[in-house]
């Protein structure tokens, strides 16, 4: 688990500066659901003639199913309403329903659409939101996630993640794809194509660039690379080996490791390139930093202790502490958006499995059920984890509640998808 960095002969990469459109989207999984979920009926919106399929309330609908904390009631076999007025809360209470969605989408000149939503409280029968929006026929699928968003933060009080993206290596036969797609796996864009292994993605802060490791120079290199035109630059192409790269907060460094000097160890470097500084000294393995939410601390794998555990380093340097104790394999660490709960691989009975500890109180528990976990990333808003498997003999992705209860699965026919990376 701790990556290995292997050459591989050149086989060439192509850079696409404007973004392909995937030819296929993953499919997507849904298993299990908080103990007590929130009853909401998602109605259909009146359509407008020539409207894009599917519909808003199916994908907004799908996006709250997948968070596991909402319960979509059955909307058939009742007036459908598109307006308050229109609204007999005892039937929808009958139904089961503690809240509401009803809109509705009209054409507009120019092929635009004018789209109309309130969410509504079918207890206390009063308006919790109401939005409209003038939308371009290619803005229908981030028009339902930010519907989806409202609806989330709505009903539970946390922001939603949904209108969020992720990035992920794809590979099919001998091709690699780094993909950046909405956080539902659908709309991807392939953002590079090689012949040589691509891995180690993560987003900027702003979401405007992705930095990665690309093989194509005949050993590991790291590009940031800008997903609006596809332009990218070596930011780091030392001598040995250049890996595990990692945003700071603000976005102006990188934590990147390297075997320039002794083995293999982590140092900071400006996103341009430019200011490297060693940060961690020693003969063992340090790898697969990570910037804490305030940019004071970086938490590192290392083996420095006889077996790989998580340490922490203050980001401007000195002495290195271990951060695990639970367990004598715990290894790519990653730090929720407020600083108070790391995710990592922990080996448990053999299997390689998502774990979640609580940096105040140093508790641990399991957050998957599968054997070869790798790679976990925090959602935007914290409530769930990212990370990639093996199902079938392939790599897929999967998702995880905190609470361990919600699971989905996101995978292409074909496809071993791994590396993911969750942004904004």
Do not use: C
Request: glycine share 10%; aromatic share 8%; hydrophobic share 40%.
């Amino acid at each position: 688990m701790l990556r290995a960095v292997l050459v591989f002969p050149l086989m060439g990469l192509m850079l696409l500066a404007n973004a392909l459109t995937a030819r296929a989207a993953m499919e997507i999984q849904v298993i299990g659901g908080a103990a007590n979920k929130i009853a909401l009926a998602m109605v259909p919106f009146r359509a407008a003639p020539g409207q894009p399929q599917p519909s808003l309330t199916q994908i907004a609908g799908d996006d709250l199913n997948r968070s596991g904390q909402i319960r979509l009631v059955d909307t058939s076999g009742v007036p459908t309403p598109f307006e308050p007025a229109q609204v007999n809360y005892a039937t929808w209470r009958g139904k089961g329903a503690e809240a509401l969605v009803i809109g509705q989408v009209s054409a507009l000149p120019g092929g635009r659409f004018e789209v109309r939503f309130r969410v509504l409280d079918a207890v206390k029968q009063t308006q919790l939101a109401g939005f409209s929006y003038n939308i371009a026929p290619e803005q229908w699928r981030a028009t339902a996630h930010q519907i989806a968003d409202i609806v989330y933060e709505k009903l539970t009080g946390t922001k939603g993640a949904f209108s969020s993206r992720i990035a992920y290596v794809q590979k099919q036969g001998k091709k690699f794809e780094l993909r950046v797609a909405d956080a539902d796996g659908q709309n991807p864009r392939t953002v590079v194509r090689s012949g040589e292994p691509l891995i180690s993605p993560m987003f900027s802060p702003d979401g405007a660039r992705v930095v990665y490791v690309s093989f194509e120079d005949r050993k590991p290199v790291v590009y940031v690379q800008s997903l609006a035109d596809g332009s990218r630059r070596k930011v780091a192409a030392f001598k040995g080996s250049n890996s595990a790269p990692a945003w700071s907060p603000d976005g102006r460094r990188l934590a990147v490791v390297l075997t320039r000097d002794a083995a293999s160890q982590i140092y900071l470097i400006n996103a341009d390139g430019s200011g490297l500084k060693r940060l961690t000294e020693g003969g063992n393995i340090d790898t697969e930093p990570v910037f804490s939410p305030d940019g004071q601390t970086v938490y590192f794998t290392s083996d420095r202790g006889g077996s790989p555990q998580i340490y922490k380093v203050p980001a401007n340097g000195g002495e290195a502490r271990r951060v695990t104790f639970s367990g004598s394999y715990n290894v790519s660490p990653a730090v929720s958006p407020d600083g108070r709960l790391l995710a990592f691989i922990s080996r448990d009975e053999g299997r390689f499995r998502v774990a979640l500890l609580e940096l105040a109180t140093g508790q641990t528990r399991m957050l998957t059920d599968t054997a070869r976990d790798e790679s976990p990333a925090f959602a935007p808003n914290g409530q769930s984890v990212l990370y990639a498997t093996v199902q079938g003999g392939r790599g897929v992705l999967g998702t995880v509640s905190l609470d361990g209860r919600t699971r989905s699965r996101l995978s292409e026919s074909g496809v071993d998808a791994r590396e993911p990376a969750w942004g904004p």
